[in-house]
């Protein structure tokens, strides 16, 4: 299940990713952990120290080995050289897992225990000013769409994002990646105008959007956000003593979570796992391939110096064989 938290900075990506991350893993569920936010905290906010988290290897400085193991012996992609965030894997291409050992994963990925269960976290690493630019292919995050783009991923296993709901992910086609996003919103006008703009871009691809509406204090609090959202709102994360505590520097075990809270968790859950089971693998490499043709045009041509149309195996479908084997 392949899983986005977007929203406004200070919404509670990070703390509600992290939350979302320790539930699953809690109940035993292989998870892989990607802070792909702008503000690298989602190792903190999982129990790195400063130091660890600071540590930890970057996505976007081992691009270069990434793409040499994603492009396998794909005949269509000649060099790791030739290959943007959005060349989509094709036959020969290695495809990853989400429970499983590769380069990539020994490269970038680290081991974190939780008090309860354990994750790998994977991170982009800090933005730099020409990482928000118009220079699309400075983008640290193109890594975490190479990954998604070729990640085959079952039912009960987790690939969570904590992301930046920034323009990145729209020129690229990275917010078209997941089988389910999840927009944080606290209950004020500016939470909510970006979950207005994200919808706008989102509807045209069928892009699966639920809110989750954070700090909500009481009647008004859902009653706006009700009406704002409407139908899109899945569930509310109250103002939590909890978090407060985390943010203190205690070490919070996560069954001591207010209940409430946790069955916000249960309900995310819930919803992810129905929308893999809705997904769609010839939709998602069409879109896949959508995206790459539009950033060849727009910039990749003109930087690659070859036609990267050429890249696109028009007969692969992304988790095609799985789909067959669970008889959709
Ligand atoms: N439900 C909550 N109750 C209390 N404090 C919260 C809650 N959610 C987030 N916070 C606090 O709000 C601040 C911003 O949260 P964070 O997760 O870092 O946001 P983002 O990742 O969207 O920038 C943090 O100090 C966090 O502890
Ligand atoms: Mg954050």
Same mark, same amino acid.
Request: aromatic residues 6%.
């Given at each position: ?7 406004? %900075? ?33 190792? @903190? ?10 540590? #930890? ?89 190479? #990954? ?6 079952? @039912?009960?296993?987790? =690939? ?26 606290? @209950?004020?006008?500016? %939470? ?12 045209? =691809? ?30 509310? =994360? ?42 769609? @693998? ?25 036609? #990267? ?20």
């Amino acid at each position: 299940m392949k899983i986005a938290f977007v929203g406004k %900075g200070g919404s509670g990506k990070t703390t509600l990713s992290a939350l979302f991350i320790r539930h699953l893993a809690a109940a035993g569920s292989p998870v892989i952990a990607v802070d792909a936010d702008i503000n690298q905290h989602l190792g @903190p906010a999982l129990g790195l120290t400063d130091e660890q988290a600071a540590a #930890l290897p970057s996505l976007g400085s081992h691009l270069p080995q990434i793409k040499e193991h994603l492009r396998g012996t794909n005949p269509l992609i000649r060099s790791a050289e030739e290959m943007i965030k959005t060349t989509p894997p094709g036959r020969g291409s290695r495809l990853l897992r989400i429970v499983e050992e590769n380069p990539v994963y020994a490269a970038c990925a680290r081991p974190i225990a939780l008090d309860e269960g354990s994750v790998r976290l994977l991170a982009t690493g800090a933005f730099t000013e020409e990482d928000l630019g118009v220079a699309c292919y400075h983008s640290k995050v193109g890594a975490v769409e190479l #990954l998604l783009n070729h990640l085959v991923d079952g @039912p009960e296993e987790y =690939f969570v994002t904590d992301m930046t709901a920034g323009s990145d992910s729209f020129a690229s086609g990275l917010f078209t990646r997941f089988d389910l996003t999840f927009l944080v919103a606290e @209950p004020t006008r500016k %939470g909510v105008s970006v979950y207005r703009q994200y919808k706008e871009y989102a509807q045209d =691809f069928g892009v699966r959007l639920r809110v989750v509406g954070n700090k909500v204090q009481g009647p008004d609090d859902l009653a706006f956000l009700r009406r704002e959202v409407g139908d899109d709102l899945l569930t509310t =994360f109250g103002h939590s003593d909890w978090v407060r505590r985390l943010e203190r520097g205690d070490e919070p075990a996560l069954r001591t979570l207010e209940p409430a809270n946790r069955t916000v968790l249960e309900q995310l859950k819930a919803e992810a796992d129905a929308a893999h089971r809705m997904r769609d @693998p010839r939709r998602y490499t069409e879109q896949a391939v959508h995206f790459h043709l539009r950033n060849a045009e727009s910039w990749g041509n003109a930087k690659i110096g070859i036609d #990267l149309a050429t890249q696109v195996d028009a007969d692969f479908v992304l988790g095609a064989q799985q789909a067959e084997a669970a008889g959709v």
